[in-house]
């Protein structure tokens, strides 16, 4: 996959049916397509995305925030398109959105045993601050709570600028 292959954009209704396929084929505990639903009727404070790669969805993510903090409140990639770089740019959407609209630092949890994610979010700023016990309740896994501070500075967008560079120069859209 190439990034002119992909196309990040709203998500909407009629997504809702190929994200739930996403969203089921990763999750133990999927979200429900009416959460989904919910989520992105709200339109105050929830930013939700949804990533093509030649009319196929192959990802999603979803962050919603308080005052001038976010939280991701959800992130999948097909598993045909992992390591493509999509969770990478649609991470970058997100934080560039969340940097612009004045919210300062974003947070999220990720399951202790998907290092997969870990490096990734590490990738873009967060660190582990904190672990939530046996907060998954289909097997009782932690969740590591992870956080990214002052997304508008020098330093961040720096970094975001980095990720995006690098992905353009190996062809990725992640």
Known sequence: MSAPDLKIEAMRRRHLAAVERVELELS??????????????????????????????VGFIGMMWVAD???????????????AGIGSRLLL????????AGIKDC???VRAGNLRAQRL???FGFVAVGVRRAYYHDNDEDAI?????????????????GI?????GEGKSD
């Open 69 to 83: 903090e976010a939280h991701i409140t959800n992130l999948g990639v097909s598993k045909v398109a992992w390591g």
């Open 121 to 123: 979010y590490a990738r």
């Open 164 to 168: 995006a560079a690098a992905l353009e």
């Open 28 to 57: 133990a505990i999927p979200w429900s397509r009416r959460l989904f639903l919910e989520e992105i009727s709200r339109s105050g404070d929830r930013y939700y995305r949804v990533a093509f790669c030649r009319r196929e969805l």
């Open 145 to 161: 709570i992870m956080w990214a501070y002052d997304l508008a500075s020098e330093r961040e967008r720096s970094r975001r600028a």
């Open 93 to 100: 959407d997100a934080l560039g959105y969340a940097s612009g």
């Open 107 to 109: 947070t999220l949890e």
